[in-house]
């Protein structure tokens, strides 16, 4: 049986330009469980309040942190199929969410060379309904259009994985050994509604005290529980002290009531305490893109430091660090060896 792997990220624009990032918006946003309204309020704000404003903010954003190859997540994804490639002995394809590389063309692709299973590799370590939910739906909608006989088994989410945390430790710990006051795991925000949305029994996720630490299975699908989680586990295996680590959730949009508490507050606050060394690692990323490059490394040093702070250091994502490719290529291996993951 002819084997294939699939690693699918979110996407980023075809360039810089106003028209190219508007596409990409259009796209990122109307997904239903991305703005997870009714069909015409969705396409109200996104016409009348985002569109029309947004794209060009955003060109100048994705002008400070593009590269020679281009969106910096769409070249180091490239990069990281490449790493993985070299460690398996099946074809290894890449497809973004929105945008392009695009996950029809790799489903075509895979079609013609004749894959008859596929591995469904999210590159989301956290489970949530507008990143690996939406990428995971994506892929079985146009699969059943395209590809209907392509047996699909796909990678759970690996937020408290040993390998995982063991990388992520791995990759911090550079940044670490320098000395530091404060380090902050800056996780991606969604709003409050999907953490109910995601929880099956619809009374436990945000309506029970301490609810992300008291065991349920509402976990297997909790975002906020799995990015405490990833922490928790973080600052066990590094050897840290909890005191001088704090989580936070960045990039809200509109205003209902998202995670928190906001990673632009926390900063502020921070730089108000006069932290004179603050490290910043961002978990539910694997790859650098325009939310850690940008909006972390430019806006929230400038937050810090204005509000008083002293200096701020970025931990780059997990990116191309050799233990995080050899915990994809294991992940290939186990499947490959006949323990897959959830058929689907």
């Excluded at 015409?40 to 985002?50: S, V």
């Excluded at 694997?286 to 939310?291: A, G, N, Q, R, S």
């Excluded at 937050?303 to 002293?310: D, K, L, N, R, T």
Aim: proline residues 7%; hydrophobic residues 40%.
């Amino acid at each position: 049986m002819r084997k294939a792997v699939l690693m699918v990220n979110l996407g980023s624009p075809d360039s810089t330009s106003v028209p190219d990032v508007r596409r990409f918006l259009r796209e990122f946003l109307s997904d239903p469980r991305v703005i997870d309204l009714p069909t015409l309020a969705r396409q109200a704000i996104l016409n009348f309040f985002i569109l029309p404003f947004r794209p060009k903010r955003s060109a100048q954003a994705y002008k400070r942190v593009w590269t020679d190859d281009g969106s910096p997540l769409i070249s180091i994804s490239r990069r990281q199929m490449d790493g993985l490639q070299m460690r398996v002995d099946m074809p290894v394809h890449l497809a973004m969410r929105y945008g392009n590389p695009s996950i029809r063309e790799a489903l075509e692709t895979m079609l013609r060379d004749g894959t008859q299973r596929m591995l469904l590799l999210p590159m989301f370590p956290h489970y949530a309904m507008s990143s690996y939910e939406t990428a995971v739906a994506r892929v079985m909608e146009l699969a059943a259009e395209i590809a209907p006989a392509i047996k699909i088994d796909l990678v759970q989410p690996y937020y408290d994985e040993p390998a995982y945390i063991d990388a992520l430790v791995a990759s911090a710990k550079p940044f670490l050994g320098d000395g530091f006051q404060r380090l902050l795991f800056s996780y991606h925000g969604i709003p409050e509604r999907h953490i109910r949305k995601s929880d099956p029994s619809h009374a436990h996720c945000l309506n029970t005290r301490d609810c992300c630490h008291s065991k349920h299975p509402a976990h297997n699908t909790c975002y906020r529980h799995q990015c405490l989680k990833t922490a928790e586990l973080f600052v066990r295996r590094a050897g840290l002290n909890g005191k001088q680590c704090a989580v936070s959730f960045q990039s809200r949009l509109g205003r209902a009531q998202w995670l928190s508490p906001y990673t632009v507050d926390t900063l502020h606050r921070f730089g108000e305490e006069k932290i004179g060394s603050l490290l910043v690692i961002t978990p539910s990323f694997v790859t650098d893109c325009l939310e850690t490059l940008d909006e972390i490394a430019n806006e929230g040093k400038a937050v810090f430091q204005e509000a008083g702070g002293g200096e701020m250091v970025l931990i780059p994502c997990l990116n191309e660090h050799p233990l995080f490719l050899d915990f994809l290529a294991n992940k290939v291996r186990q499947w490959q060896e006949g323990l897959p993951e959830l058929t689907i």
